[in-house]
């Protein structure tokens, strides 16, 4: 550690991301999108709506068979300190069930939060391709934890 350099606390990261966004309380959802669009982890100010620069929600697949507009809840969200690091997880979302109903699209999983007024953006999942969800079920599984915050 260099003379000057700043370094935040630990539980500041843990504090931030239960008092903005309240994510233990909050309802976050999994919202499945096409391929219009590509998800970067810099994209600037993601939301799902308006309000930000960037709305995944204009290429969210076609609600129908067993997928509701809006997506999945992550139920049992959680923020935690462990080791030094904050870390979020919550329950895998639920897995879409095969219906001939159901999107052909499905390329991006984009996770945010619901509660939230600005409805924004917490992470993507790259699903590899685009996934017919008429051929077969999708299911989301989430490493433990989903995310994990440091100031490496």
């Known amino acids: 550690m260099a003379q000057g350099d700043v370094h935040v606390f630990d539980q500041f990261l843990v504090d931030a991301l239960e008092k903005k966004h309240d994510l233990e309380n909050d309802s976050i959802k999994c919202a499945l999108i096409d391929s219009v669009q590509t998800p970067a982890t810099t994209s600037a100010d993601p939301r799902w709506g308006a309000g930000g620069t960037v709305n995944f929600s204009t290429d969210e697949v076609t ?7 809006g997506g999945a809840d992550c139920a049992n969200p959680a923020v935690t300190l462990n080791g030094g690091l904050a870390e979020i997880d919550f329950d895998d979302p639920a897995t879409w069930a095969q219906n001939v109903s159901n999107p052909t699209d499905a390329r991006w999983g984009i996770i945010y939060n619901d509660t939230s007024a600005g409805k924004e953006c917490i992470g ?29």
């Open 63 to 69: 609600a129908g068979g067993n997928y509701v507009a």
């Open 124 to 152: 993507y999942v790259d699903l590899g391709s685009a996934f017919d969800m008429t051929t077969g079920d999708l299911t989301i599984t989430w490493g433990a934890p989903f995310a994990t915050l440091n100031q490496a």
